[in-house]
């Protein structure tokens, strides 16, 4: 027999959880968007406090349509997106503090509402070994 209190715990654990995280692997800036819950998330929409321009400064990321609204990501899911080498980023003087907001609905209609701060400052000395130019080899096109 479980109380209300177990009834209302249950209800929290069971929801969409949206998180933004920004990814850095071998010198590359990556955004990723997951739903870390275990139900779906429904208009997903998130916004920066800050403009962020990526790929070598040719596209405003923040303004991207992905942001404004993801009709549908499952439990489990995620959307990664290049973002900008770090060299680049921290060359072209991009924000390294950043805050997104996501707001997002569930199946019954609850809204969620949350802010995830970021400081990229934490990535400018890592060293790293770029990836090998051979590493995508097996996937070009053309070749045999």
């Not at 990556?30 to 916004?47: E, F, M, Q």
């Not at 923040?62 to 060299?87: C, K, Q, T, W, Y």
């Not at 990836?131 to 097996?138: L, P, V």
């Amino acid at each position: 027999m479980s109380n209300g209190a177990n009834t209302e715990r249950e209800k929290n654990e069971r929801r969409p959880e949206i998180i933004l995280e920004f990814l850095f692997d071998r010198g590359l800036f990556h955004i990723a968007i997951r739903n870390i819950g275990d139900r779906p998330a429904l208009n997903v929409s998130t916004k920066f406090n800050k403009k962020i321009t990526g790929v070598g400064g040719e596209k405003e990321i923040s303004a991207l349509p992905i942001f404004s609204n993801i009709e549908f990501l499952g439990p489990g899911r995620e959307i990664v997106m290049f973002l900008d080498s770090s060299h680049s980023y921290f060359r072209r003087k991009q924000p390294t503090k950043v805050s997104a907001r996501i707001k997002y609905i569930d199946a019954a209609k609850a809204e969620y509402d949350a802010t995830i701060n970021h400081d990229l400052e934490i990535y400018r000395d890592l060293a790293y070994l770029p990836a090998s130019e051979h590493d995508g080899d097996c996937c070009k096109k053309g070749e045999t």
